[in-house]
């Protein structure tokens, strides 16, 4: 069941995502007064289609759904009927051919501003950032840090949640700089911190980097009692209730709830033995964890949260929300600020800063749908939006196949004032294929070591 809701998730997103891509070439086309004869959801032979509009618009869906195209009326595929002329992409100006291929990845990025709007609006909740403690030889020892304090600037931006802490701190790791932080103590004082971040190497980054500089955030101790079940899960089925506290797990004595998560995790389909205490009474609980996938690992779940004290989870918690125009605001700096980091990303891969290793694959993006949809649905269109910018970013890369190899040669052809020859593209098509090869090699490579290693 989780692996077929996995999919479901990765399905969604995937349909979404492409569906809202060749609507922006498709839209821009006809637009433009050119002649859409297919509109596929994938490649190869159509599973379904029909044809509608006064067009005749084949409408398809494809037997291999990772991508889609609109196919055009165009002389180089195919003859044209002479009335149907002025109607050929071919035949349209430069500029409008420019605006057709380009509209594909501007519809990504305005469904990301448009999904990053709304979050922004209904709030998204977060964690505060909040130091637990910091390693003696760790960076953040060396730059003052003590636990309790809660950062609250980093270099001059305001972050209200740990996530923000993570976006900002990583943007900073990747350029070796020393990063001013302001946070409060418990006391309500102001510190102020210079962070090192020089001894991260390329692969840190690809690992939770803000452990390696001694960061971490405040995890209060939290008793192994049951809050709430999952209807239908394994602890449910097998006889707990909320309000059980589990004094053991298989003979091993439990202290933490962390504890206890982490010996469900640790035995995913294998048989456990809970100690459990009810009232003033105890009793036995056999179970065995079902199996779900993270991060390309097998782990146990049981379908249980913890008993939490609602004052400690509102001190700890919060949520960010703006007005709609704040928040419209907020959404194009976050898209912005998102496809600019991921071509640094890129950039840092090319010259070797960075490990190849962040490369992920469908796999690993099929795992992060299936993780976030079980979160609930505003971390799933978390993850749409900051997928979608992926892909517009993607597609915008100056490499043949991609629109980013089209649009090149439409600017080449402005600079020369003809167009580029049909042999300067047929070679770029072969060195196009051969480096999205490359780039799937690694993917997949990325993926499947993923799930042997669960790294």
């Known amino acids: 069941m989780n692996l077929l809701f996995t999919l479901a998730a990765f399905a969604l997103a995937l349909g979404v995502l492409i569906v809202v891509h060749e609507l922006g070439h498709f839209w821009v086309a006809r637009w433009c007064g050119v002649k859409v004869l297919r509109f596929s959801i994938g490649f190869g032979k159509p599973l379904v289609s029909w044809k509608s509009g006064p067009d005749g618009t084949e409408w398809a869906l494809a037997a291999f759904p990772l991508g889609g195209y609109v196919k055009m009326l165009d002389e180089r595929e195919g003859e044209v009927a002479p009335h149907e002329l002025p109607r050929a992409f071919n035949r349209q100006t ?32 977060g964690v505060r950032p909040m130091l637990g403690d910091v390693p003696p030889a760790s960076p953040a020892a060396a730059a003052g840090f003590k636990a309790g304090e809660i950062m609250t600037r980093i270099d001059g931006e305001t972050v209200a949640t740990w996530q923000d802490v993570r976006w900002l701190l990583l943007k900073k790791a990747m ?122 690992r097998a782990v146990g779940k049981i379908g249980a949260g913890p008993w939490v004290d609602e004052a400690l989870f509102d001190k700890l918690t919060t949520e960010v929300r703006y007005p709609p125009v704040r928040a419209l605001g907020e959404a ?91 042999r300067a593209m047929e070679i770029g098509q072969q060195i196009g294929m051969a480096l999205l090869m490359v780039l799937m090699a690694f993917a997949f490579y990325n993926d499947i070591n993923r799930l042997l290693t669960g790294q």
């Open 332 to 422: 194009l700096h976050k898209t912005w600020d998102t496809s600019l980091f991921s071509l640094q990303m890129l950039g840092k891969m090319v010259v070797g800063e960075v490990s190849l290793k962040n490369i992920s694959g469908p796999i690993t993006i099929a795992d992060y749908a299936g993780q976030s949809a079980h979160m609930g649905w505003l971390p799933y269109l978390s993850f749409l939006a900051l997928i979608s910018i992926s892909l517009g970013v993607l597609n915008l890369l100056p490499v043949p196949l991609l629109d980013g190899g089209h649009l090149m040669y439409y600017m080449a052809e402005i600079v020369k004032g003809s167009p580029v020859s049909e």
């Open 94 to 125: 430069v500029w409008r051919r420019i605006l057709i291929v380009a509209a594909g990845p501007l519809a990504n990025f305005l469904l990301a501003i448009a999904l990053y709007w709304l979050l922004f609006m209904v709030g998204v909740p």
């Open 175 to 296: 350029e070796k700089q020393v990063v001013k932080i302001e946070s409060r103590g418990a006391g309500g004082d102001i510190q102020f911190h210079a962070l090192e971040t020089s001894s991260l190497g390329a692969d840190d980054l690809e690992s939770d980097f803000l452990e390696k500089l001694g960061l971490t955030h405040f995890r209060p101790q939290v008793r192994p009692v049951i809050g709430k079940l999952l209807p239908g899960g394994v602890g449910e089925q097998a006889g707990l209730l909320p309000g059980d506290e589990i004094i053991s797990v298989n003979g091993k004595p439990v202290a933490l709830w962390g504890d206890l998560v982490q010996r469900v995790r640790d035995n995913p389909g294998r048989v456990l033995r809970f100690d459990v205490k009810r009232g003033s009474g105890s009793r036995v609980v056999v179970l065995t964890p079902a199996s779900g996938t993270e991060q390309g």
